[in-house]
């Protein structure tokens, strides 16, 4: 069986407002117009799990492998006490996103391209990658680009 990876090199940068998450209920130009067939088809017993810590103007792991078509939780932790956001236009037009949870609640989400971490929280944004791709992350909180 031939084992389908998704391969996402991260980049972080750090700062002061992080803003808030960016959702779609409609679909955005350029986004999977399959993501809530795709959500609806998937098995969500038992997702992949992939943890990204944001800290130190970096996302950790640096990369990440996530399968084609396989559900995925992906949990962002943020340790620090400033709020991080992660921003990844071409990824998040790549994969058909369930919903995003957090203390507040959960939020479907088809289309997505942005989620903000606030200081010392976990987001959890689960999805299911439909293509094949390097793509990169950033925070866009006023100057932390510049850090990482």
Same mark, same amino acid.
């Given at each position: 069986m031939r084992r389908c990876l998704l391969v996402l090199p991260l980049v972080l940068g750090m700062?002061?407002?992080?803003?808030s998450d960016v959702i779609n209920t409609a679909l955005p130009p350029g986004y999977l117009s399959a993501a809530r067939e795709i959500v609806a088809a998937a098995d969500w017993s038992n997702p992949e799990t992939v943890t990204v810590t944001l800290a130190n103007y970096r996302f950790t792991p640096s990369?990440?492998?996530?399968?084609?078509?396989?559900?995925?939780?992906l949990v962002l932790v943020n340790p620090t006490t400033t709020d991080h956001a992660v921003v990844a236009e071409q990824?998040?037009?790549e994969?058909?996103?369930?919903?995003?949870?957090? @203390?507040?609640?959960?939020?479907p989400? @088809?289309?997505?391209?942005?989620?903000?971490?606030?200081?010392?929280q976990t987001r959890?944004?689960?999805?299911? @990658?439909?293509?094949?791709?390097?793509?990169?992350?950033?925070?866009?909180v006023t100057g932390h680009s510049a850090f990482g």
């Open positions: 700062a002061a407002c992080a803003g990369e990440l492998d996530l399968h084609r078509d396989r559900p995925t939780r990824f998040f037009k994969v058909a996103v369930r919903q995003v949870v957090g @203390p507040a609640g959960t939020t989400a @088809p289309w997505l391209s942005k989620v903000v971490v606030p200081a010392g959890e944004v689960w999805l299911v @990658p439909a293509r094949y791709g390097a793509f990169r992350f950033e925070c866009d």
